[in-house]
């Protein structure tokens, strides 16, 4: 089994957001870049089924430049055989899935699998876009993936439920929680990822179909109202006469 | 050339977001000089159908092939650009759900449109730019995005814009067919298993959410949390801790890596207010704290605090709520 595991860059998630003065560019400025969490869980499962199989590679992929590296040899350390960077800043979701799509297409993948979404687009996107250039099914989000053969059983969170899906490969898969226990690097694989292969290769396909013009920050809140704690059930006739929300 | 907008439903009646996707269609198309017509999925009635005139909607298209009532990723795809075929539609709208945003991608692609998920606002004709403004970095910002190309697919975030009613208009509903056939279904679920929401309530649409954390110290706690949630006809929510050691079910988990809310009234519980918490739920409209501890972040993110011990502040605030009736 070959599995194809995407995972994205992006801030850690304790960051303060903040943009250039123009607010046209995210100010990467002291930000620290983490393997997209979600991304954890679609790494460490594609690791535990290729040991449970006792055999299989696993090839994590990325879209994005060179200071995407350091977070591709982490990936590296926690398990993967090796790794591929497409060379191009991740224009929009469209062309890291066109990216995505004839990677998993020359290498043949049996397994692609990606998180729920990127924490810093959220665009929950790519992984549909990637199944539709291959013709193959996405299962997204999935909540667990188990494997027997060719064939995998999923579990897929919908609104209020979840749905079992059982699909045969390829196929991609958007992983979440409780899918697994995201794996941490230890010190033999931090070693043993410094030589593992990271091939670079262009970027392929049309150019992105939307572009990001402007950011902007959530309006700050005009500070708190305190209630004591004795006389708590007035909170509720405020919430009714003055906010005015029940 | 209409604006076509694709309508979610469940044992036979819209889903709220769904309404608000129509109302939002509805007003895409005014701005535009036309008309919007719906495309149903899920288990629907025509009656119920007809009731989205309300909403602004002139049209709607309805294929009763029965296995169209639970999400089928390609079998939808296909229903839904099938659809966008006959009406010509140049602008699709869905609401950002597991199944909007899911079968959004795929049309993308099949209907070489440009695609923006999350999106909060109207968009704004700049000429002719076409921008929207969608959630970005988990609920901490904003980014304005220009839609290219001749087709354009927005999954509108569920909460963010108002469903609107005008009573007594109906809409039309027309049967379609997409023609699917077995090999559309082949990724159809085995199985569909729903769990059983507090009052029926489904968070992610919810108007007012009660959310706890490890300030409420177990699992058997839980009733105050509840209790104050059905009084107030809530849903139920936690912070992360609180489901990784399985007080509560993950699907309940708020932040940035569980799912985002905008809800009108957040009460937090015993949460701190740590800024991935803060993340999922500050485009909540009215937000409310209870912590015993006066320097608990959450304070600078609420409208209203209480610093109080939840065991002593819950019950009275159930007592109140039920006092107003
Ligand atoms: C400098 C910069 C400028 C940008 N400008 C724009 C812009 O103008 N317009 C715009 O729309 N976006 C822009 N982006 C966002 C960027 O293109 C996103 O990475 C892309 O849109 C995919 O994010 P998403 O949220 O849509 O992915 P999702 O669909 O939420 O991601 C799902 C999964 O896909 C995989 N994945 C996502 N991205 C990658 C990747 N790069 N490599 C490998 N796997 C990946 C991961 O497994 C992820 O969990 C910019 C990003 C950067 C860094
Ligand atoms: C990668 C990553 C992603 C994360 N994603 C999320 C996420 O999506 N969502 C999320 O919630 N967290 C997330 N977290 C965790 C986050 O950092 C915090 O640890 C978490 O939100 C804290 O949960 P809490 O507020 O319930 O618990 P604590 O931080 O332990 O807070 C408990 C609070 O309860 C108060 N309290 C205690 N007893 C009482 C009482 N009797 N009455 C009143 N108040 C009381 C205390 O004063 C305290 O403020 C993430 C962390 C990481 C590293």
Known sequence: ?246 | MSVLVVVECADGEVKKSSLEVASYGAEVAAMLGTTATAIAVGEATEANLATLGEQGITKVLYDAEPRLKDFVNNAYTKLIATAAEQEQAKIIILANSNIGAAVGSRLSVRLKASLATNVVELPKLNGDQFVVRRGAFSGKAFSDVVLSGDRKIIAVKKNSTEAKHEAGKTAEVASFSAQLSDTDFADAPSQVVMQDQAGGILLPEADRVVSGGRGMKGPENWNLIEDLAKALGAATACSKPVSDVDWRPHHEHVGQTGITVSPNLYIACGISGAIQHLAGVNSSKVIVVINKDPEAPFFKAADYGIVGDVFDVLPKLTAAVKELG
């Open chain 1, 1 to 246: 089994m070959k599995f194809l595991v995407c995972i994205s860059n992006v801030p850690d998630t304790t960051t303060k957001i903040t943009f250039t003065p123009d607010n046209k560019e995210f100010n990467k400025a002291g930000v620290q870049f983490v393997i997209n969490p979600w991304d954890e869980y679609a790494l460490t499962r594609a690791i535990e089924l290729k040991e449970a199989a006792g055999s299989g590679t696993v090839t994590v992929l990325n879209v994005g430049e060179a200071d995407t590296e350091p977070n591709i040899r982490k990936a590296l350390a926690i398990g993967a055989d090796d790794a591929i960077r497409v060379n191009a800043a991740p224009q929009d979701a469209y062309f890291v899935a066109e990216q995505i799509a004839a990677i998993a297409k020359e290498g043949a993948y049996d397994v692609i699998l990606m998180g729920k979404e990127s924490i810093d687009y959220n665009g929950f996107q790519v992984h549909g876009m990637v199944g539709e250039m291959l013709g193959i099914p996405t299962v997204a989000p999935a909540m667990k993936l188990d494997m027997s053969g060719n064939t995998a059983t999923l579990e897929r969170e919908i609104e209020g439920g979840k749905e079992i899906v059982t699909v045969n490969t390829p196929f991609v898969a958007s992983c979440q929680q409780p899918m697994c226990e995201p794996r941490i690097p230890n010190m033999r694989g931090i070693m043993t990822a410094r030589t593992k292969p990271l091939k670079v290769v262009p970027a392929v396909g049309e150019p992105a179909r939307t572009q990001v013009t402007e950011f902007a920050l959530p309006p700050k809140k005009q500070g708190v109202k305190l209630i004591p704690a004795e006389t708590a059930g007035d909170l509720i006739k405020l919430l009714r006469n003055e906010a005015k929300v029940i």
